[in-house]
């Protein structure tokens, strides 16, 4: 067994885990989650939120000075209450963290979940998919490599993952998704196994042409 070639595709596989997307979810105006997926949609309902909340704390002010702090004040600030995000942070586990791999990212399985959230954004559905079919190709590469080369599909398996995440990248890019280091580097490790792939088989051809000419 070629041990570079393994764990190439066994850090392939990792890749997966990685933040893959920008994504950050912010609780809307009506109680909703809305999912933003680059930088400046991120920024935008952030401040949206932050002014959501001033509006509440001086509606609850307002009260306070208008009828004194009695228990319909009390309600209204508990209603906006204060925690501790790091708390919240040290409490999710490895399985949130394989979905989430930072608070602002999510990983190629994570995506598959929100794709069944977001039935408005069909985009992600499509993402999803091909994500899908890429890890799959990337799952058969590392347990079937051998019989792959055997049935001399490997290049052709190899060829089309890399045009899976390259439309993958480029459909993202078009709906203003913000592809994160695990993507690009599942984009490099494929064209890594790719040209390594062509490289031997060029080799082999030059040694055929050779013992053809003896």
């Known amino acids: 067994m070629n041990i570079s070639g393994f764990a190439l595709r066994l850090l392939t596989l990792f890749a ?7 994504c950050l979810n912010t609780c809307g105006r ?3 989650l809305k ?6 949609e991120a920024i935008a309902n952030e401040k949206e939120l932050e002014k959501f ?3 509440m704390l001086d509606s609850a002010f307002a009260n306070l000075k208008r009828s004194g702090f009695n228990e319909e004040v009390k309600a209204d600030i508990k209603s906006n209450p204060v925690y501790s995000e790091k708390l919240v942070n040290l409490k999710k ?3 949130f963290r394989l979905k989430w791999p930072t608070d602002y990212s999510l990983s190629a399985i994570g995506l598959f979940e929100i794709s069944f959230l977001l039935s408005e954004r069909p985009v992600f559905k499509l993402l999803a998919i091909m994500l899908g079919i890429s ?3 990337s799952l058969l590469s590392l347990l079937m490599w051998p ?3 055997r049935w001399k599909i490997n290049l052709f398996v190899l060829l089309l993952n890399l045009l899976l995440v390259i439309c993958f990248i480029i459909i993202s890019w078009f709906n203003h998704i913000t592809v994160e280091h695990g993507g690009w580097l599942l984009l490099f490790l494929l064209m890594v196994q790719l040209l390594s792939e062509l490289k031997n088989r060029y080799i082999q051809l030059l040694e055929h042409l050779i013992v053809f000419r003896k």
């Open 147 to 149: 019989l792959f080369c």
């Open 35 to 40: 999912f933003a997926f680059n930088k400046n």
């Open 16 to 22: 997966y885990t990685l933040p893959f997307v920008f």
């Open 30 to 32: 009506d109680g909703n």
């Open 93 to 95: 586990d490895w399985l």
């Open 135 to 137: 890890l799959l190709l």
């Open 53 to 55: 909340n001033y509006e």
